[in-house]
């Protein structure tokens, strides 16, 4: 396992262990889960990031840290847009999909001036990142069987593999 693997690992087990609240980096950050299915692997992966609430929906940014390439996580959205999130304790049941035009400007803008470094990072990039929205759907309706344990998913920041 690398070292940003093993941070990864780190985070998940923090945020698991503590209600959603992590320390180090994250340490006040608003945090979200995303668990997501591999586009080409189909293994199913889970990965910490920075949101920004939006009423019931949950904006996640690609932002890849400022690389030229969207992360892996974002393709296997697009590719699989019915998945899981967890928020503190909850385990919410959602649907992505990505934000365009002036309403992905208005959030990214917005995430940017809450956390400085989102504004680096796009100008670190050519590319626009994109802005995904978790929206909560009703899990009775979706079939999420293979995502109920936890545990079993890969703690993931591939940016190459889907």
């Known amino acids: 396992m690398s070292r940003q693997e093993e941070f990864i690992a780190w985070t998940i087990s923090e945020f698991r262990a503590n209600h959603g609240q992590v320390g180090g980096p994250f340490a006040g950050a608003p945090l979200v889960l ?23 929906r949950y904006l996640v940014f690609a932002s890849n840290g400022g ?12 590719a699989h ?6 928020v503190g304790d909850e385990r919410i049941h959602v ?3 990505e934000l365009h ?10 995430q940017a001036s809450r956390f400085p ?27 999420h069987a293979s995502m109920t344990q936890p545990a079993t998913a890969t703690p993931s920041i591939d940016t190459t593999k889907h």
């Not at 035009?101 to 917005?110: G, K, L, P, V």
């Not at 796009?122 to 009703?138: F, G, K, N």
């Open 34 to 56: 995303v668990h997501s299915r591999g586009a080409k692997t189909g293994l199913e992966r889970v990965n910490p990031m920075m949101y920004l609430a939006d009423a019931a």
């Open 67 to 78: 690389a030229d390439k969207n992360p892996a996580w974002y393709h296997n959205l697009l």
């Open 81 to 86: 847009p019915s998945t899981v999130i967890e």
């Open 95 to 97: 649907a992505a999909s």
């Open 101 to 110: 035009d002036a309403e992905r400007d208005r959030f990214y803008e917005e």
């Open 117 to 143: 470094g989102f504004g680096g990072y796009q100008r670190m990039t050519r590319r626009t990142i994109p802005v995904v929205a978790l929206s909560p759907v009703d899990s009775d309706a979706t079939n």
